[in-house]
């Protein structure tokens, strides 16, 4: 079973929909209630997705009053493989400078930043994939030069270089484009937006999520 939490701040259908494709259905969760519920109704479960869209602050505050920052720190004590998109990425770090200072889960050691003065924001667009550790099984089957789909104006500055597994370039800078750390993951860019090459990905967390040891001795 994968769980597809709702912050309120995110669109649930398209990764819904990404998930189909790839023959898989989600499950929405938008508060510890409906977590404890699926976990009593369906079963384990087996992967957890954190899609946002929109400011930092917002979608943590949002995390907190649904309960959601507790359901992701049961997900990851159970050692449930998490993957989170765009914004969902950006929330797994330490801190933001987003619209202020703000605490994010602090999974992935690390702050959100904006992009450099004269840079054209939001990043928007298809953007090529550099591979920084091919191997891995979300990037499976995923090429050097592969494109996939872009809407952010603020980027994850990692403390660890190793957390990276691929990235991309805009405006100069190098933007972390996939993290990994143990059973967290996360997407800068869409997955389900971005053709092929985002099932393959989501594709390849579906099937993490259902055989867990693949990630051992190959992530940090």
């Given at each position: 079973m994968i769980i597809v939490l709702d912050p309120g701040i995110g669109n649930l259908h398209s990764v819904l929909g990404g998930l189909r494709r790839v023959g898989t259905e989600g499950r929405v969760v938008a508060s510890r209630g409906e977590w404890e519920a699926a976990m009593r109704e369906e079963g384990p479960v087996q992967g957890v997705i954190l899609p946002g869209v929109g400011a930092f602050g917002d979608a943590m505050n949002q995390m907190r009053v649904r309960g959601l920052c507790d359901v992701v720190r049961d997900a990851v004590a159970r050692s449930i493989p998490l993957l989170g998109i765009c914004l969902g990425m950006q929330l797994l770090f330490t801190s933001s400078e987003e619209h202020g200072v703000f605490r994010g889960l602090d999974l992935v050691p690390g702050h959100v930043v904006r992009f450099p003065d004269g840079a054209k924001v939001p990043h928007m667009g298809w953007n090529s994939l550099e591979l920084r550790?091919?191997?891995?099984?979300?990037?499976?089957?995923?090429?050097?030069?592969?494109?996939?789909?872009?809407?952010?104006?603020?980027?994850?500055?990692?403390?660890?270089?190793?957390?990276?597994?691929?990235?991309?370039?805009?405006?100069?800078?190098?933007?972390?484009?996939?993290?990994?750390?143990?059973?967290?993951?996360?997407?800068?860019?869409?997955?389900?937006?971005?053709?092929?090459?985002?099932?393959?990905?989501?594709?390849?967390?579906?099937?993490?999520?259902?055989?867990?040891?693949?990630?051992?001795?190959?992530?940090?």
């Open positions: 550790a091919p191997h891995h099984p979300l990037l499976r089957d995923v090429r050097e030069g592969d494109y996939v789909y872009f809407v952010h104006s603020y980027y994850a500055v990692a403390e660890r270089g190793e957390d990276v597994i691929a990235r991309t370039t805009y405006a100069g800078v190098d933007v972390p484009a996939v993290v990994a750390r143990g059973r967290v993951m996360g997407t800068q860019f869409h997955p389900e937006k971005s053709g092929a090459v985002g099932e393959r990905i989501l594709a390849n967390f579906v099937r993490i999520a259902a055989y867990p040891a693949l990630l051992e001795g190959v992530s940090p």
